[in-house]
């Protein structure tokens, strides 16, 4: 929609009374990470008491259950969504698809770059963690920790792996991300910096298909 045909909007009222299903960020649209923006809580849940479909898409590298959970811990209301899509899920079922058809192989050394040693993007599936480069057989970017470290540090992590051609997926396309101090780089700029060094990298979250 161009400029010349903006809609300016109070809240999703008026909207409601146009659309049955509405699809809806979390992150900058929900809430910013550590709290609700003003309001995200009551609407979410006035749409799904007026019968609306609501699901939830996220760049999160998580799977959909604990971005669920991070949620209802900030206070949004059980049932108040119809489904959560996070590229995290939709990369654990393709790894899943992958081991099925032997394209991904059983027991595959893979790198983990997460937030707070979280490690839900792999939970279940038959790969072994390495915290090193040189036996890393797969780097998965899901998070940045872009609000603790520069990208300095993870040009001296990934470097080797790069140079090795071993092939990379970024769950967390987000080039930037909201952090408690700020705007700090996400996991898409890491992944962007991987291909810098010489490596290759799929990327599997919005915008790319």
């Given at each position: 929609?161009?400029?010349?045909?903006?809609?300016?909007?109070?809240?999703?009222?008026?909207?409601?009374?146009?659309?049955?299903?509405?699809?809806?960020?979390?992150?900058?649209?929900?809430?910013?990470?550590?709290?609700?923006?003003?309001g995200a809580v009551e609407a979410l849940s006035a749409l799904k008491r007026a019968?609306?479909?609501?699901?939830?898409?996220?760049?999160?590298?998580?799977?959909?259950?604990?971005?669920?959970?991070?949620?209802?811990?900030?206070?949004?209301?059980?049932?108040?969504?119809?489904?959560?899509?996070?590229?995290?899920?939709?990369?654990?079922?393709?790894?899943?698809?992958?081991?099925?058809?032997?394209?991904?192989?059983?027991?595959?050394?893979?790198?983990?770059?997460?937030?707070?040693?979280?490690?839900?993007a792999i939970e279940g599936l038959p790969l072994v963690l390495t915290e090193g480069?040189?036996?890393?057989?797969?780097?998965?970017?899901?998070?940045?920790?872009?609000?603790?470290?520069?990208?300095?540090?993870?040009?001296?992590?990934?470097?080797?792996?790069?140079?090795?051609?071993?092939?990379?997926?970024?769950?967390?396309?987000?080039?930037?991300?909201?952090?408690?101090?700020?705007?700090?780089?996400?996991?898409?700029?890491?992944?962007?910096?991987?291909?810098?060094?010489?490596?290759?990298?799929?990327?599997?979250?919005?915008?790319?298909?």
């Amino acid at each position: 929609m161009s400029a010349k045909h903006a809609m300016h909007l109070d809240g999703v009222a008026a909207l409601a009374e146009r659309y049955d299903v509405f699809l809806l960020d979390q992150f900058g649209v929900l809430h910013d990470g550590q709290q609700p923006y003003p309001g995200a809580v009551e609407a979410l849940s006035a749409l799904k008491r007026a019968g609306k479909t609501v699901a939830l898409i996220s760049n999160s590298g998580k799977r959909a259950e604990p971005n669920e959970r991070r949620l209802l811990k900030l206070g949004f209301e059980a049932g108040s969504w119809d489904h959560f899509v996070s590229s995290g899920e939709v990369a654990w079922r393709i790894f899943t698809d992958m081991v099925r058809k032997g394209t991904l192989r059983s027991g595959t050394r893979c790198l983990l770059i997460s937030r707070d040693g979280d490690r839900s993007a792999i939970e279940g599936l038959p790969l072994v963690l390495t915290e090193g480069v040189d036996d890393a057989e797969l780097v998965l970017i899901a998070a940045s920790e872009g609000d603790r470290y520069g990208l300095d540090h993870y040009r001296g992590l990934l470097g080797p792996a790069a140079a090795r051609q071993v092939p990379c997926f970024c769950t967390n396309p987000d080039r930037i991300m909201l952090t408690a101090v700020g705007q700090r780089f996400g996991a898409g700029e890491i992944a962007d910096l991987y291909e810098r060094l010489g490596g290759s990298v799929t990327r599997i979250g919005k915008p790319y298909p």
